[in-house]
Every structure is written in C-alpha cells, then in structure tokens.
C-alpha cells in the first residue's frame, strides 16, 4: 500500500489517499490513538469512491471512533470500464426511462462487478489490517449486493449495514440465505430506482437471526440524518 496524500481535517480526523497496485482508496481514522475497528464503506453501482454522501458518512463514523476505508473497485469510480460494461449503462439507461423491463440489463451490468470488486475489496481489507492503528473487528457498510458477497466470502465481516436494493443479482439473491452476521437494512419506500417488494423479499431471504429493517418515507437520496446516527449505534453493539 502507497500513501498518496494525507491531511488532518477539522474535525481531527485524519485522510489518507492511497493505492494499491491499481486500486485508489481513501482512508479515515479518528484521533485517537487506540487501535479502531474497521468499516469497509462501498459505494453502489460504480459511483466514485469521492461520491459526497459517502464521504459524508465516512467522516462521520471515523469523528466517532471507527477507521473508515474506501475503494474504486474494478469499473467504478475513475477506474476503466469495458466496452460492454459501457454498452449496459447505456441500455439500462434507455430501457429506464423508456419504462421497458431492466433485469436482464441489470444482471449484465452487476453481475460482473460484484464479481469483479469483491476479491479487490479483499486484497484492500488485508492491506488495511496490517496498519498501525486498525484492529478488527471488521463492518460493512453500503452496496448491497457487493456486501452479500463479501459477508458470504469474507470471515472477517462481522457486521453489515446495506442500502436496501431492489434491483439485486440473482446470484445474490441466493446468497443472501447464507448471510448469518447482523444486518441493518435500510428502505426508501418511495424509491422509484430500487422496487420496493424486491427489497422487502431479500430482508426476508436473509439467513441471519439478527436482522433489523429502518424504512423512511422519500426517494433514493432521502436517507434521513438519524439513520447515520442509529447505524453508529448498530456497529457500536458489534465491532465494540
């Protein structure tokens, strides 16, 4: 791992931009010495590791205790796209605003990079241990499908906070039965992006005896504050 750039915010919390063979990440710890628990955060479908409402959410999380890193993965973010992960955007896209059916189109354009993020995410994740300063345990928080995956795969995840996403891979969607650490699921019930029947279903597939579901009124982007704060609690309980 390669440092890049480091600064200390105003809040104490101290950013690092680092890479990672051709992985770029960012890295948030807090300003205590102690050793921190660790939360993974991913940002969904391919947004960039700088998308506002996630570093918003990092900094948040490391200002109470917590190291906080994030990755581009391979097809997110700045990171090269292949001509035919393009091609599915662009029919997704169209066939969205056409109101024609996208699973098809979503399975072809997720599938691939969930398979393609999550041993990147991996390769971070053993990087990022082996720090001064961050121990385990190990939380998860963000793109759902991509956390199915690494909760599945990844002993080391001992909790997870997802998006609640209606448009899931089926392999996911299989996955999900073989989830048993805690989860916090959150639900925009006005989510005209992620069908809100498919989310409901996928809460309920989940393997996991400790499952908990927050659902608000609005839109994709209208996770309330409060939701951040009661998500710090969920980790508290788990990684502290």
């Known amino acids: ?57 990092a900094r948040h999380s490391a200002a109470q205790g917590y190291a906080v890193a994030t990755i581009d993965a391979a097809g997110c973010g700045e990171r090269p796209r292949s001509a035919s992960d393009e091609r599915a955007r662009a029919d997704l896209r169209r066939a969205m605003r056409a109101g024609e059916p996208v699973d098809d189109i979503f399975e072809s354009l997720v599938g691939p990079l969930v398979a393609q993020a999550a041993p990147e995410w991996r390769t971070t994740l053993d990087a990022l241990l082996q720090l001064p300063g961050i ?42 039965r073989q989830v048993t650490v805690p989860l916090l699921l959150l639900l925009q019930w006005d989510d005209e992006g992620n069908p809100r029947q498919r989310a409901l279903d996928l809460f309920d597939a989940f393997g996991t005896e400790e499952k908990t579901l927050h659902a608000n009124t609005g839109g994709h982007t209208g996770t309330p504050w409060f939701e951040m704060e009661d998500g710090g609690r969920f980790f508290d309980r788990h990684l502290k």
């Open 135 to 176: 121990g385990g345990p190990v939380g998860y928080s963000g793109w759902t499908a991509l956390g199915i995956r690494l909760a599945v795969t990844e002993p080391r995840i001992a909790a997870a906070g997802l998006f609640a996403g209606g448009y899931v891979p089926r392999a996911q969607r299989e996955e999900a």
């Open 1 to 57: 791992m390669h440092i890049t750039s480091e600064q200390r915010l105003d809040d104490g919390v101290l950013e690092r931009e680092f890479t990672l063979g051709e992985i770029p990440g960012t890295l948030w710890t807090p300003e205590s010495a102690a050793p921190a628990p660790l939360i993974l955060m991913a940002h969904n479908n391919g947004l960039p590791k700088k998308e506002p409402r996630l570093v918003a959410r």
